[in-house]
């Protein structure tokens, strides 16, 4: 079984998302579960000096955008039994940015193009090319149209994994004939048209053989047209090519037992390392360093859809109680203001770190006792999965993988990882906050049994991983 993965990004060579983290750990499951799984990704020249030293060229071609020649190499390295692959093109990849240029049309236009042009000449072929969101959606289609005259590649299947239904690549019809050279014969309903532009994303989902989600929940709400995006039709007709697979994470890199990112190790069964990861946090945000008083975070994108006007709104009240507060992330305006304005009245209460910094989100999913994530819409939800590994419950709003990973606490029966709502308002969040407050103020016991809970879920990519490998076996 052979298999190319294409994404825009892959970590821990460039990370904007959870698509850097799905790109790196599941080719790496893959790979032990014996499937030759090898991934393509722009060769980003923001990435570290150290990935670059280890590359080597493999070849290099021209690619036709629009009337233009364009140059293509190819590098590579192998890192952790997974074969990488680098598309360099200084014109569309020495940037700052991984998305959000004003030429996102060309730049992946380009990538995909020498996606489909590489195999021939790196000599792999594979059976299935994986494409990932839109910026590498256009794959499948230009298999079926463009190349489709290339003996070798007239067998190759395509599957493509949503990860964030938001983002759809929508562009002039322009872009076929003067960046694909694929003319006006997909501009139709039935192919890549969206009203009177064309949608990258819609032609994915219309020309990939299978589609999957990153969650069982996300799969259904997107055939819906509150978070369907305007494509949920389009989805409920290919409904029958539609999976959710639930997004795992990579365990050895997440693990309170040895990560070299916190300060002190700590297990299920010792957590005396979590408490001295929670004092030295506290000492280090300026918080007074109590046991006592819950840790309560949020590491996140400051946006609306991850539901931080439902926080903001609770913050007043919230911060009456003896807790403390710390956020972590970059987003939306308002929300930058609004979070330093809290810590700038209540400083004993709260920390404002209008930053990101991965070592550091680490370090406070080591030392917290809750992670807050009322976001609106979540396809699957990386955080969570991180919290509950070292020990943190997280407090999600019931959508998505929030709804498919963290079980809600029941307090007859102990049972849960978490605490969740299904209704999305400010004030349903709040009492549920309150709730999670109050029982980790007034019974600590049920508290430490959901803590040994949430650590001993497996979230890692195994039985995900062995999920897509029946998806590449079926034909």
Not at 37 to 43: A, Q, T, W, Y
Not at 203 to 219: E, F, K, L
Not at 220 to 225: G, K, L
Not at 299 to 320: E, W
Request: negative net charge; contains cysteine; proline residues 5%.
């Amino acid at each position: 079984m052979k298999v190319l993965f294409a994404a825009a990004e892959v970590f821990p060579f460039v990370k904007v998302g959870g698509l850097a983290d799905v790109a790196y750990a599941l080719p790496k499951e893959l790979v032990k579960q014996g499937v030759d799984i090898r991934v393509v990704l722009p060769f980003h020249t923001k990435m570290a000096e150290e990935f670059k030293d280890e590359m080597e060229d493999v070849t290099q071609f021209t690619v036709d955008v629009g009337w233009r020649k364009q140059f293509c190499g190819v590098k590579t390295l192998v890192r952790d039994g997974v074969t990488f692959y680098f598309i360099d093109n200084l014109y569309y990849f020495d940037r700052p940015n991984v998305y959000g240029d004003y030429d996102d049309a060309e730049r992946y236009a380009f990538f995909s193009m020498a996606v489909c042009e590489m195999m021939e000449k790196i000599d792999f072929i594979p059976d299935w090319l994986h494409v990932n969101d839109w910026h590498t959606g256009i794959i499948p289609l230009l298999l079926a149209d463009k190349y489709h005259w290339i003996e070798a590649y007239r067998g190759i299947k395509t599957v493509l994994t949503i990860h964030n239904l938001q983002f759809q690549g929508i562009y002039s019809p322009r872009v076929l004939e003067e960046l694909l050279g694929i003319g006006m014969q997909t501009w139709h309903e039935d192919g890549i048209k969206y009203y009177d532009d064309v949608n990258f994303m819609k032609g994915a989902i219309q020309y990939a053989d299978r589609i999957t989600t990153v969650s069982p929940s996300y799969a259904e709400e997107i055939q819906t047209p509150m978070y369907g995006e305007r494509l949920d039709g389009l989805l409920r007709a290919n409904a029958w090519k539609l999976t959710g697979i639930l997004n795992g994470i990579d365990q050895d890199l997440n693990d309170p037992e040895s990560d070299p990112l916190i300060p002190n190790h700590f297990s299920a069964t010792d957590l005396a390392g979590k408490a001295a990861n929670k004092a030295a946090m506290q000492e280090k945000l300026g918080l007074p360093v109590r046991p006592d008083v819950p840790l309560i975070i949020m590491v996140s994108r400051l946006t609306h859809q991850k539901g931080c006007h439902l926080l903001v709104d609770n913050l007043d009240a919230l911060l009456q109680k003896d807790v403390q507060i710390a956020i972590l992330g970059l987003g939306e305006r308002e929300f930058e203001e609004a979070f330093p304005f809290f810590e700038y009245v209540y400083p004993e209460k709260m920390s404002a770190n209008m930053t990101f910094d991965i070592g550091f989100a680490q370090q406070l999913y080591a030392a917290a006792d809750m992670l807050l994530m009322p976001s609106w819409f979540e396809p699957c939800g990386i955080s969570q999965l991180i919290a509950m590994r070292y020990g943190t419950l997280p407090v999600v709003h019931e959508t998505g993988g929030l709804k498919d990973t963290v079980t809600p606490y029941n307090q007859y029966t102990g049972e849960g990882t978490g605490f969740s709502f299904n209704q999305y308002d400010a004030a349903v969040f709040g009492k549920v906050l309150e709730m999670a407050i109050t029982v980790y103020s007034e019974n600590p016991d049920a508290w430490e049994q959901l803590v040994t809970q949430a650590m001993a879920k497996d979230f890692s990519w195994k039985v995900s991983a062995e999920k897509y490998k029946g998806i590449y076996e079926e034909y």
